[in-house]
Nanobody, 117 residues
């Protein structure tokens, strides 16, 4: 069983920045695939970014809508996966969920990001 705790959501103006963090209950070294998803009101949950650890190399994927604005990273020292969100747009408003695959999918409870126009 893996618990995921997200933090860092909140309110930001359009063009602003927020940083989300996800802390798993087990060592981040044990989890090769982690990511961030989001769900806006009335919409399906969608992938935002994910990071796969392949030994000394990390592989990242981004949704087209966030490429060039969002950056996913692993902080080994803090054992967290972070999502730096810059140049925020009102359409980024959603509940953001941390995801980890460790034999099966695990999800955090979500953190709300609201971007005002």
């Amino acid at each position: 069983q893996v618990q995921l705790v997200e933090s860092g959501g909140g309110l930001a103006p359009a063009g602003g920045s927020l940083r989300l963090s996800c802390a798993p209950s087990i060592s981040i070294f044990s989890i090769n695939l982690m990511g961030w998803y989001r769900q806006a009101p009335g919409k399906q949950r969608e992938l935002v970014a994910r990071i796969t650890s392949g030994g000394s190399t990390n592989y990242v994927n981004y949704a087209d809508s966030v490429k060039g604005r969002f950056t996913i990273s692993r902080d080994i020292a803090k054992s967290t996966v972070n999502l730096q969100m810059n140049s925020l747009k009102p359409e980024d408003t959603a509940v953001y969920y941390c995801n980890a695959f460790y034999g099966k999918d695990y999800w955090g409870k979500g953190t709300l990001v609201t971007v005002s126009s």
